[in-house]
Every structure is written in structure tokens, then in C-alpha cells.
């Protein structure tokens, strides 16, 4: 089993920055691949970004794409979200995942074992 709880959400303006964090607890963090997904009420999870184990390859939805950065460091069993330019649109929960080895695509939520409560990130206009 693997623990996530996410961190760093909040109110933003239009255009602002935020760096969401995932504190992993449990089986070894570093064989986990890890992704981060949104979710606004009443609409399906949406895949933002993903990490592989060792931070060697990483994976962005077009939207987010030049705007924001994943990355991980094994040492702290944690996942980061740096999210620039953000806009009203993208408030939503942020959830992190962590991917013990299932198939399937990264981008895709029935891929990722364990999954955080979220963060609420709100950007006003």
C-alpha cells in the first residue's frame, strides 16, 4: 500500500504560480512511477501530468505543456507540480497517483494504483 497526501493548493490570480507537493508513505515510493490528474464537480478525472520511477521520462497534456513541471525527489518520498501561467479554467482538485505496474496508458486513470484526496486549486480572474 502506498499513502499520498497532497499539499500546496490555494487561491491564485489569473496568470499566478503554484507548487502543489505529494508526500508518499508506504511500499517504496521510488519503483512508483507517479502522475498528477484534476477534477472539476461533475466532470471525469483529467491527466495533467505523469513521472516515471526514476524521473528520467516525463509526460504532459498539451493544455499544461511549457506551463507546468513534474518532478520527484526519491530522497523526501516526494512528487511536485510547479504550475505557471495558470489560468480560471484550471481550477479543479488536484489529485497525485502512483503507478505500481499496471498496463495501460499514462494518460489514462485505470492505470495508477493509489490515488491522494486532492487539493483544491482555485484561480480567480
Known amino acids: 500500500q502506498v499513502q499520498l497526501v497532497e499539499s500546496g493548493g490555494g487561491l491564485v490570480q489569473a496568470g499566478g504560480s503554484l507548487r502543489l507537493s505529494c508526500a508518499a508513505s508506504g511500499r517504496a515510493f521510488s519503483s512508483h512511477a507517479m502522475g498528477w490528474f484534476r477534477q472539476a464537480p461533475g466532470k471525469e478525472r483529467e491527466f495533467v501530468a505523469a513521472i516515471s520511477w526514476s524521473g528520467g521520462n516525463t509526460f504532459y497534456a498539451d493544455s499544461v505543456k511549457g506551463r507546468f513541471t513534474i518532478s520527484r525527489d526519491n530522497a523526501k518520498n516526494t512528487v511536485y507540480l510547479q504550475m505557471n501561467s495558470l489560468m480560471p479554467a484550471e481550477t479543479d482538485v488536484y489529485h497525485c497517483?502512483?503507478?505500481?505496474?499496471?498496463?495501460?496508458?499514462?494518460?489514462?486513470?485505470?492505470?495508477?494504483?493509489?490515488w491522494g484526496k486532492g487539493t483544491q486549486v482555485t484561480v480567480s480572474s
Open positions: 497517483a502512483a503507478r505500481a505496474g499496471r498496463p495501460g496508458s499514462w494518460f489514462n486513470v485505470y492505470s495508477y494504483d493509489y
